[in-house]
């Protein structure tokens, strides 16, 4: 489709500050919040958090009705003090001051509640927390025949402007005839020269509403709202629980646009659509509502809830469905496989400002379906319990859970995967976030400065406090440090190996999950994760005892020093390879590469691995194996692995033979294996999954080639080395960074979602880096590797032109470029971090960096708005950035161990 001509409007982004250990927040004193919490709401553009009272107070603690934080400040301010100005008379007493509040949202930026004694009108609090706050009041808001409604049953504001919907209700519960939705707007009124809240436009939402029932009217509506908008396509969503009637032809839709806009018409609704059926008295409920703009420029809806047979039965079922962006269905659900639309700036014609679908589902088998690997938030994953919150950031869905019922609930998240035209193809599976692993009501992403707010408790009247992230040492980690201090050279590489890796036990009560780090001759297997006496499996909170040198018991981790290990100086990478029912650590470095095995040359046996470390030998020892030097990177890829050094790939198949009688690997990739177009090549990183391999090297990003298996070719002739376009690269690559489906990264060709590639492209000489993404297609069966199996992700800033002809087509190229060196990139789909050691001559300190939070494909932001997370201690190392899978927090290796907590 030809690309549409759209005037640019420029976004503004906020930078950060901030390796994480929770302090508590509380309101002045050092104290906690006079009374339990009920509500929160965060401002992502500002980096603000609003809490609200679920219950009355009384004397000076009135002020904390409402309370707000910022990320500089460590207590709540109250914003609701006993006189205030309301509208433009000052010193008036404040209708909110001690009020227990029913519900909170945002509005321009403004905390907008309704309060329990007016439980009818709004209020707005202007300029919160500064001494130009004032008050503004609406009237008692209407029904749709214009009778004063007598509760607000939902509320919900667009961030950017002072517009809201309410949910209102008359004298029955909701769901009856009279049940109203209205729109309302914060604005200036040109006669009184004063900003007012005024109501506007209203409609029934009662069973008779044509843009929920399907034929007939509906056989009920349940008195439960949950309401989402879209900043982006400046579009609001209401989700209902509805029961379609019970004649025949009767269905009913559950979610509907703006005041009475159906979310889809009556023939694309099938049996069931997620947020719809057409089968007569079938319930469907949505229990919460959010949207996503993708990192890629499309827009999804995202609901938990679906076609259920049993109220609660999708309270923890969570969907994406694509939205019309562009065109006729503006803001509806789009056909799944919807022509997307480039939106190219009016007067260049040649600058992208946006993508979107372009096609609305109008017929049967166009919504998707709730089995649809694209639709399926959570992957193959399965919650622990019922959904209380839904938080959507950047690619990433994440939601909370606070009654459980398999593990603890907590904070859980599930990133979207995309293909070469930027659509969404699958999920990763449900995985422990932001390092909330215990029951939360609500957690809040302070996207631009990396920190984390949660209210834990199993309901809201568990809550007096709030917990906030900071970026300091880890406290996981810390008794590690000593080891593995800036005086030692620090930590080379983190490591994550989730419960889930085959090489452990999948056994209920018996699963661990464990961190390796690596150090100058040194290293340690520490365990991150385990199953408790409940059969919870939980993060473990700190390292207590250290065993040296051997693997007796008790330990809570490991350290090697000597032998071997000390022989591989610096050691940078490692792996957990597996094959013939074992499975061995092994790590390389500087000096080679070493083994963990038993005298026999065995490991411990394949999934018997489990908690505490049981089922790990008391005689491993480190044995080395491979001789040559400069080992970047060990990489496991089913039976067999990959030793890469600077200027040579071997394979191996492991086997207690190979590692007690050493022996050669099969040579893949040499120096000069691409001469003579390039002379003396470096390698830098690898990965393999199935039969694909991608080679990083100073001369660019290489894979294997088409129709051939990396794990069975005969020499490196028969590889086929195919060179992967990076157009307008620093010409090195230094980091590959996978993201797979389940968390290991040897399963993304073999799973049917595929996955997605980070591209580092960095270079210190030329003071520049890039991140170039892409889609990784499965290879399943007896498929091949072909051209298709790597897709650029269409990340872009032009359409491709030249002097004669502006084409159809995006120019596909980095997602980001910094402007500086860096050494890693990472993501958990809604941080993106960068991290660079200190380096000379003109010593530049070493940090850890979050992308600001308007990168998408098409920003054009400069390096220059980022913010540098300056590292503790004066370290000159900050490095290896990785995301622990027993919390969903983040470690960060350098020259101490920092991390979430």
């Excluded at 504001?157 to 029955?172: D, I, Y």
């Excluded at 989700?239 to 018409?265: E, H, K, Q, T």
């Excluded at 970047?632 to 071997?650: M, N, P, Q, T, W």
């Excluded at 600001?852 to 932001?861: E, K």
């Amino acid at each position: 489709m030809k690309p549409v001509s759209v005037l640019f409007v420029g976004l503004l982004s906020l930078v950060c500050n901030g390796i994480y250990a929770t302090i508590k927040l509380g309101v002045s004193g050092s104290r906690a919040f006079p009374a339990h919490l009920g509500a929160a709401v965060f401002d992502v553009e500002r980096s603000t958090s609003f809490i609200a009272l679920s219950q009355a107070v009384g004397g000076d603690d009135g002020q904390y009705a409402v309370s707000m934080v910022n990320a500089f400040q460590n207590q709540y301010q109250g914003v609701t003090p006993s006189k205030i100005r309301i509208g433009s008379v000052y010193d008036q007493d404040n209708p909110l001051f001690g009020k227990k509040i029913l519900l909170l949202t945002l509005t321009d930026h403004a905390p907008m509640v309704v309060a329990d004694d007016a439980p009818n009108k709004v209020f707005v609090i202007r300029n919160a927390g500064t001494f130009s706050s004032f008050l503004l009041s609406s009237p008692v808001l209407k029904l749709d025949d214009g009778i004063d409604c007598t509760r607000i049953e939902g509320l919900n504001g667009f961030l950017s402007q002072g517009a809201f919907f309410a949910v209102l209700r008359g004298v029955q519960p909701f769901g009856a005839d009279d049940s109203t939705i209205t729109f309302g707007a914060v604005q200036l009124d040109e006669t009184q020269k004063t900003i007012v809240i005024s109501q506007g436009e209203t409609a029934l939402v009662n069973k008779a509403a044509e843009f929920l029932k399907i034929t007939n009217d509906l056989a009920s509506i349940e008195p439960h709202v949950a309401m989402g908008v879209s900043e982006h396509l400046q579009a609001h969503y209401t989700g209902l629980r509805v029961v379609a009637g019970g004649a025949a032809g009767s269905g009913a839709r559950a979610v509907f646009m703006g005041l009475d806009i159906p979310i889809a018409p009556d023939a694309a609704v099938e049996a069931d659509s997620i947020i719809g059926t057409n089968v007569l008295g079938t319930a469907v409920r949505m229990y919460h509502v959010a949207t996503m703009w993708a990192t890629t420029g499309l827009d999804y809806l995202i609901v938990v809830g679906g076609v259920e047979p049993n109220p609660g039965d999708k309270a923890r079922s969570v969907s994406a469905l694509p939205l019309v962006g562009y065109g006729e269905g503006f803001g509806r659900l789009a056909k799944k496989d919807s022509e997307i639309t480039t939106l190219v700036n009016a007067y260049s014609k040649k600058q992208v400002v946006g993508r979107a679908f372009s096609q609305a589902a109008a017929a049967a088998g166009e919504i998707p379906a709730p089995v649809d690997a694209a639709s399926l938030v959570g992957g193959n994953g399965v919650l622990p319990g019922d959904v209380v919150q839904l938080l959507v950031s950047k690619d990433t869905v994440f939601v909370a859970v606070a009654n459980d019922d398999l593990v603890h609930g907590g904070m859980f998240a599930s990133t979207a995967l995309f293909d070469g035209d930027g659509r969404i193809v699958g999920w990763t599976d449900w995985a422990p976030a932001g390092g909330v692993a215990e029951n939360a009501v609500s957690s809040f992403l302070d996207r631009a400065n990396g920190l984390w707010y949660s209210m834990r408790g199993a309901t809201w009247a568990d809550v007096l406090e709030v917990e906030r992230t900071q970026w300091q040492v880890s406290t996981w980690g810390s008794a590690l440090n000593e080891i593995f201090g800036q005086d030692e050279h620090g930590v080379q590489s983190v490591v994550d190996f989730p419960s889930k890796h085959p090489a452990f036990s999948q056994d209920g009560d018996n699963r661990t999950s464990l961190v390796c780090l690596t150090g100058n001759g040194k290293v340690a297997l520490a365990q991150s994760g385990y199953t408790d006496a409940t059969d919870c499996f939980r993060a473990k909170s700190s390292i207590a005892t250290i065993q040296k040198n051997s693997t007796a018991q008790p330990a809570d981790a490991y350290v090697w020093d000597e032998g071997a290990v000390a022989e591989l100086g610096a050691i940078i990478t490692a792996d957990i390879v597996s094959h013939g029912g074992n499975s061995w650590l092994v790590v390389g470095g500087r000096n080679g590469a070493a083994v963990l095995c038993r005298p026999d040359g065995s490991g411990w046996v394949t999934g018997a691995l489990g908690k505490n470390f049981a089922g790990l030998p008391t005689d491993l020892a480190w044995k080395k194996f491979y001789f040559g030097d400069a080992v970047r990177k060990i990489c496991a890829a089913g039976d067999v692995f990959f030793v890469l050094s600077e200027s040579a790939l071997y394979r191996y198949t492991p086997s207690p033979e190979l590692f007690l009688d050493g022996g050669p690997g099969l040579l893949l990739a040499t120096s000069d294996s691409f001469a003579p177009q390039y002379d003396d090549v470096r390698f830098s990183d690898f990965f393999a999954s199935k039969q694909l391999a991608l080679l990083a090297t100073d001369a660019g990003l290489w894979r294997s080639g088409n129709a051939k298996d990396i794990k069975t070719v005969a020499n490196q002739q028969t590889v086929a080395w195919t060179k992967v376009n990076l157009p307008e690269s620093m010409y090195c690559v230094t980091r590959l960074y996978p993201i797979s489906p389940t968390g290991i990264n040897s399963d993304i060709l073999s799973n049917d979602r595929g996955g997605n590639l980070l591209v580092l492209s960095s270079s210190v000489g030329r003071h520049g880096t890039e991140v170039y993404r892409f889609a990784l297609r499965p290879v399943l069966g007896a498929g091949l590797v072909t051209n298709d199996t790597i897709a650029p992700l269409p990340d872009c800033f032009t359409v491709a032109w030249t002097r004669d002809e502006i084409t159809e087509d995006p120019y596909k190229t980095y997602f980001v470029s910094r402007g500086d060196y860096r050494n890693y990139v990472a993501t958990d789909g809604a941080l993106w971090l960068f991290s660079r050691n200190a380096y000379a001559p003109s010593r530049a300190p070493a940090f850890v960096e979050v992308l600001p939070q308007a990168y998408r494909t098409m920003s054009t932001l400069g390096p220059s708005t980022s913010h540098a997370v300056w590292a503790a201690h004066n370290g000159s190392g900050m490095g290896p950035l990785c995301l622990r899978s027993s919390d969903g927090s983040w470690l960060v290796g350098g020259s101490y161990i920092y991390g979430q907590n």
